[in-house]
């Protein structure tokens, strides 16, 4: 039996492997769940799954929840402590690491440390430390299994191949839910449109981020240390039916590409049962209602996500995290009513305007530089 730590799980990609859990008791348990503060959902799925470690990132709600669950036989740990006590839990073989934000390095750092197996779902892990996370994986023989869409899509076309034959990566986008709009429209969009995605059911940032096309930046990011392949050798491709999850070109010409309807627990259990496929209770494609599968440039002079973020990739080192830090600060002010949607790429630009970059920066000066680009942001707008 496989035995999860589930880091982030009262969010959309835990409470989805919790479903694949629930699928597959005989060959599936929880160790160990780790939220940043929803204790309600948490509570529910300690009485439910029954780990022997529960974390809670807010302190005061760690101390509530230790209230309401003191009849049961789970230990509750706090802060950012208690996350990395998740991570590196006993039992525990595969750590899903699904937590938002640069929250999730330490605890990955730590589990790869304690040999624990990566199911990744948290993109700022590679794209802010990839030059660490990437050898240090290989060092203590550890595998990091890639749980976004796109990224498990390209795993999956490149089994059994040689990858030094991959010409290059084809990462698909949808082109989210302002698809075709330009910036005299975007100017006006609301909180409420950029939450109304098209095809898939993501958390409020990542749905943001997909409007922005700042999310296919740091997957392009990601792509490049998960895959070893330069990011100029990774190609953005809107293609809005989301039924094409990305593809891989070889040197003879030859596109291999994985196929599926947009439903996320697909690439979450590929991850937890690699090299195995199971079964999964999903609709399936359906080619002769499909009819069509429509490919699109990106518009990145109006989406300019994408192009910040090919930006922070050239110039390396700490970049990648004052990208992804003033992005963070940029989209909370926006899903606060705080700026408008365009905001969010000059917030982005003139944080990176001013930063000089590090050149190849350890864990505390990744986590300083973000700090440093809050403080920034937050003093400036």
């Known amino acids: 039996m496989k035995v999860l730590s589930i880091l982030g799980s009262t969010g959309s990609i835990g409470t989805q492997t919790l479903d694949i859990v629930r699928a597959n008791k005989e060959e599936l348990r929880v160790g160990a769940l780790a939220a940043g503060s929803n204790i309600d959902l948490l509570e529910k799925q300690i009485r439910e799954f029954r780990p022997g470690l529960a974390a809670v990132y807010d302190e005061k709600k760690a101390e509530e929840l230790r209230i309401r669950t003191a009849d049961l036989n789970v230990k509750i740990a706090g802060g950012m402590d208690g996350v990395i006590e998740a991570a590196v839990y006993g039992d525990s073989d595969t750590v899903v690491t699904s937590m938002v934000g640069m929250i999730g390095i330490r605890p990955t750092v730590a589990a790869i440390k304690a040999g624990k197996n990566i199911a990744l779902a948290n993109k700022e892990t590679l794209v802010c430390a990839g030059h660490i996370i990437m050898p240090m994986a290989e060092e203590y023989n550890v595998s990091i299994l890639p749980v976004d869409s796109e990224h498990s899509a390209i795993f999956q076309s490149m089994n059994g191949e040689n990858r030094k034959r991959i010409s290059k990566i084809l990462l698909t986008a949808s082109g989210g839910p302002f698809r075709g709009k330009k910036r005299e429209e975007l100017s006006k969009m609301t909180v409420e449109d950029a939450l109304k995605h098209p095809n898939w059911s993501m958390g409020r940032k990542i749905t943001v981020d997909s409007a922005t096309l700042v999310n296919k ?111 963070e600060k940029a989209v909370a002010m926006f899903l606060d009513r705080k700026t408008g949607f365009l905001d969010i790429y000059d917030i982005i630009e003139s944080a990176m305007d001013a930063h000089s970059t590090i050149p190849d920066p350890d864990i505390d000066s990744i986590l300083e530089t973000e700090k440093e680009t809050y403080r920034y942001v937050e003093s400036r707008w």
């Open 217 to 327: 930046g740091l997957e392009v990011m990601e792509a490049g240390w998960l895959f070893d392949v330069p990011t100029d050798r990774i190609q953005v491709v809107v293609h809005p039916q989301s039924i094409i999850h990305s593809m891989v070109e070889y040197e003879d010409g030859a596109v291999i590409a994985q196929l599926g309807m947009p439903d996320m627990k697909l690439p979450i259990q590929y991850a937890l049962f690699y090299p195995d496929r199971r079964y999964l209770d999903a609709k399936r494609v359906d080619f002769f209602r499909l009819k069509e599968i429509t490919f699109e440039e990106p518009d990145t002079d109006t989406f300019r996500g994408l192009k910040l973020a090919m930006r922070a990739s050239a110039e390396g080192g700490s970049m990648p995290t004052v990208f992804n830090a003033a992005n």
